[in-house]
Nanobody, 125 residues
Framework: QVQLVESGGGLVQAGGSLRLSCSASGRTFSRYAMGWFRQAPGGKEREFVA?????????LYANSVKGRFTISRDNAKNTVYLQLNSLKPEDTAVYHC?????????????????WGQGTQVTVSS
């Protein structure tokens, strides 16, 4: 069983930056592909943001965040990061990290086995 805990969310003005972290328990973190997803208020579905392979050699981004967000990982620290730059009000959401027992970077919610509780990001205009 892997437990994921996100941190780093908060309130920021449009154009600002945040860095989210996701810490994982267990000794097999380096075997997991990791992803970030977000769920906006109002009952919207959880949507893909970014993903990274288990070794960190390949990343994948949603078109809406490409060029503004950067996913990275430090397997020695069992942590995956999401750097959020040039934030927009439409980026407001609860951000969840997810881990999957596979190598590749996947944008599909159903591929992932473990999920964190999420961290709130609010961007004011």
């Amino acid at each position: 069983q892997v437990q994921l805990v996100e941190s780093g969310g908060g309130l920021v003005q449009a154009g600002g930056s945040l860095r989210l972290s996701c810490s994982a328990s267990g000794r097999t973190f380096s075997r997991y592909a990791m992803g970030w997803f977000r769920q906006a208020p109002g009952g919207k579905e959880r949507e893909f943001v970014a993903a990274i392979t288990s070794t960190g050699g390949y990343t994948l981004y949603a078109n809406s965040v490409k060029g503004r967000f950067t996913i990275s990982r430090d397997n020695a620290k069992n942590t995956v990061y999401l750097q959020l730059n040039s934030l927009k009000p439409e980026d407001t959401a609860v951000y969840h990290c997810a881990g999957g027992r596979f190598y590749s970077a996947s944008p599909r919610v159903t591929d992932y086995d473990y999920w964190g509780q999420g961290t709130q990001v609010t961007v004011s205009s």
